[in-house]
């Protein structure tokens, strides 16, 4: 069983920047492939970004085309820690910001149904 506890959210002025932490727990999180996702009131929940393992796939990179260029995805294994750093935030990146860890697999994942384990959210508000 692995837990994913998410921090860093907050307040922030359009333009400006916030990084997402999602420590977890279990000594195998190395080899989960991870991702954030996140909703908005109203919406259903949406893919932001993945990463795969290091060992399997390099650590290889997915973004979605509304965050591509400005979040980036990133792991410390040995910290059993991703971030997302998340630059010229605007508005409408104003959601639940959720970490997602998978049991296994090669490459990158993009869709809610493809992770087992989910954290409880941390809520980021960017205003105008």
């Known amino acids: 069983q692995v837990q994913l506890v998410e921090s860093g959210g907050g307040l922030v002025q359009a333009g400006g920047s916030l990084r997402l932490s999602c420590a977890a727990s279990?000594?195998?999180?190395?080899?989960?492939?991870t991702g954030w996702f996140r909703q908005a009131p109203g919406k259903e929940r949406e893919f932001v970004a993945a990463i795969s393992t290091i060992i399997w796939s390099g650590g290889s990179m997915s973004y979605a085309d509304s965050v591509k260029g400005r979040f980036t995805i990133s792991r410390d294994n040995a910290k059993n820690t991703v971030f997302l750093q998340m630059n010229s935030l605007k508005p409408e990146d104003t959601a639940v910001y959720y970490c997602?860890?998978?049991?296994?697999?090669?490459?990158?994942?993009?869709?809610?149904?493809?992770?087992?384990?989910w954290g409880q959210g941390t809520q980021v508000t960017v205003s105008s």
């Open positions: 279990g000594r195998t999180f190395s080899t989960y492939p």
């Open positions: 997602a860890a998978r049991k296994y697999g090669s490459g990158t994942w993009t869709e809610v149904e493809h992770y087992d384990y």
